[in-house]
């Protein structure tokens, strides 16, 4: 089958059509490979359609060429009437008579040429339009099978493993309530140290001013008070 056989089929062809046989992986594969099939006649149909456009702008210069030599000639039987050589005008005249017949066919095949031309980029715009829906109707079929594989391996992993959820969830119950124990048995801990322990004696000892701590503390408040006097007094060059 020749290109635009190709592009034919293919914009005969439609997407739910092909689309319908799209059952399985295999199917979409064989879907795809379509598709580059077809991109590959279009590709090879603007290849044809480049040459028929070259070949319709050749043959415009032919004809302007063709014209402009039809219109020289006319000039030279003119000037051969104006100086009676009437037999020599008939032979410019006859070579007019072909030019103009190659003229009138070039004028046709440029016209065939713009025709093909013209069907071929329709054919090849519609053909790209149909592949775009195709592109379309394989995402769709991917997207729907990656759905339903999603869907079934979620189905058949809660149908198998049910109790397993159930055992994992149990079983972090039992963390959760065993945090919490060591949580609390933390805090009772630090709260009987508090009241019992040598931290409780400490800040038994800190609040009654004995120990290190309150010694620092009488240190720091007498080294400020004296600062602080020291600032207060008046400097000797005032009282002289």
């Known amino acids: 089958m ?3 056989g ?4 293919l914009v005969r062809g439609s997407a739910r059509e092909l689309g319908e046989s799209i059952i399985d992986a295999n199917g979409v594969h064989i879907y795809e490979q379509e598709i580059h099939d077809a991109k590959v006649a279009i590709a090879e149909a603007k290849i044809e359609l480049t040459g028929v456009m070259a070949k319709e702008m050749q ?6 060429a063709a014209r402009g030599e039809i219109a020289r000639l006319e000039n030279l039987a003119l000037e051969a009437l104006d100086k009676e050589k009437e037999s ?6 006859a070579q007019v008579a072909e030019q103009e017949a190659d003229l009138e066919r070039e004028t046709q095949l440029h016209a065939e040429y713009a025709v093909q031309a013209s069907r071929l980029k329709e054919l090849i715009k519609a053909s790209e339009a149909k592949i775009r829906e195709h592109e379309r109707a394989v995402q769709m079929a991917k997207t729907a099978e990656s759905v339903y594989k999603a869907t079934q391996s979620v189905s ?3 149908g198998a493993s049910g109790s397993k959820l159930v055992g994992a969830r149990e079983s972090l119950e039992r963390i959760k309530k065993r945090h919490e124990d060591l949580s609390d048995r933390m805090v009772a801990a630090d709260a009987l140290d508090r009241e ?3 931290r409780a004696l400490e800040e038994k000892l800190a609040e009654a001013g004995i120990g290190a701590t309150a010694e620092r503390k ?3 408040m007498a080294r400020l008070r004296a600062r602080r006097a020291e600032a207060s007094a008046p400097s000797e060059e005032v009282l002289a």
């Open 196 to 198: 019992l322990g040598t």
């Open 218 to 220: 009488e240190k720091v």
């Open 156 to 158: 058949e992993s809660i």
């Open 2 to 4: 020749g290109v635009i």
């Open 59 to 64: 043959s415009a210069r032919a004809i302007e």
């Open 6 to 9: 190709k592009l034919v089929t």
């Open 88 to 93: 020599l005008a008939e032979e410019v005249a």
